[in-house]
Structure formats: C-alpha cells, structure tokens
C-alpha cells in the first residue's frame, strides 16, 4: 500500500492490507469469472499471539481472500527429497482447507520434483503398493511375480525408462480407482 511505503518507520496502518486486498477481491471477482480465469494466490501463514485455543496460525491480509477463494489449500513440506547430499524435491502433505467445487477436508501426500512438478512416477509406484498391483517384500518391489528392483528409486528409474510398463501400472490403478 502506497500509505505504507510513504510513510514513517513505525507508523502504523491497522488493517491497511485487509482493505485493499477487500476492495481489490470486490473488482477482481467480476472480470475473473467473466473471462473464464483462473486466479492463484499463494500467502504465507503468522503467529496470533495469546492463542490457547484453536489454532494460533493465521493468513495475512484480513479475511477477503478466505471469503472469496473457492478452493484454498494448506500445503507443508514433510521431508526433502534429496539425490545424494543434493536437494531434488519435497515430500508434501496438502490439506483442503475450503472447497466450494468438490468435498472439502481431504488430505494427500505427494512428491514434488524441483523442474519437473507433482512425480508423476512416484505416484504410480505408492499407489500399485497400495491397491496391490505392485507388491513390496522389504525394499524389494516386484509386479506379476517378477522383481522390478530393490528401492523405490530404482523402481522409479526403472519405470521411467520403461514407458509402456509405466503405462500398464497406470491403466491398472485408473481401473481400481473406478471401481471404489
């Protein structure tokens, strides 16, 4: 806000934020829909001091954007992903916090490859663990009785560089999530 960046170190402007992201919310929300947009906003959590109940943790800017959002996520970092000493990603836990499109509420748990997004890969190898198509004994994974390889990276590799095995794990797990 201009008021903030004219003004004195110090001085302060209660809830100049909350006000102009309000007023900027009101003239976005028409143009926004009219033209068939998708609108992103990524914001950063704070401390309210003096919480005992509830959660102290807060969104900054007032309460326009929680209003008008129509799908709001909390996504955390669980671990990194990391080749050698070499951070390549984050394992990440997303929340839906609010959702006027689907069921709000739900939780997901996936890899996010720095330059390359959500791990495909990675997620065909924990979800065939977890509707059976890809059987784990240790850190072996094997599928149809033959072993694929030892670790969950290997199995990545492997499957990377064999698409069309890739593809039949994917045509599998499509077909079990159609029949939940």
């Avoid at 004219?6 to 102009?20: F, K, W």
């Amino acid at each position: 806000p201009k008021n903030e960046i004219e003004g004195d170190m110090g001085e302060s402007a209660v809830g100049l934020h909350a006000r102009l992201m309000s007023q900027a919310l009101r003239k976005l929300t028409g143009t926004i829909a009219k033209t068939n947009t998708t609108c992103i906003f990524i914001n950063q959590l704070r401390e309210k001091i003096g919480v005992m109940f509830g959660n102290p943790e807060t969104t900054t800017g007032g309460n326009a954007l929680k209003f008008y959002a129509s799908v709001r996520l909390d996504i955390r970092r669980v671990t990194s992903i990391k080749d050698g000493d070499e951070v390549i990603g984050n394992q990440v836990r997303v929340k839906v916090v609010k959702n006027k499109v689907a069921p709000p509420f739900r939780k997901a748990e996936f890899e996010i490859t720095f330059g390359e997004g959500i791990s495909k890969i990675g997620e065909i190898v924990d979800l065939g663990v977890e509707y059976g198509i890809i059987q784990k004994s240790g850190s072996w994974f094997s599928y149809e009785g033959t072993k694929l390889a030892q670790g969950r990276d290997a199995v990545k590799k492997l499957l990377k560089d064999n698409p069309e095995l890739c593809e039949q794990l994917e045509a599998k797990i499509m077909a079990e999530l159609a029949g939940k």
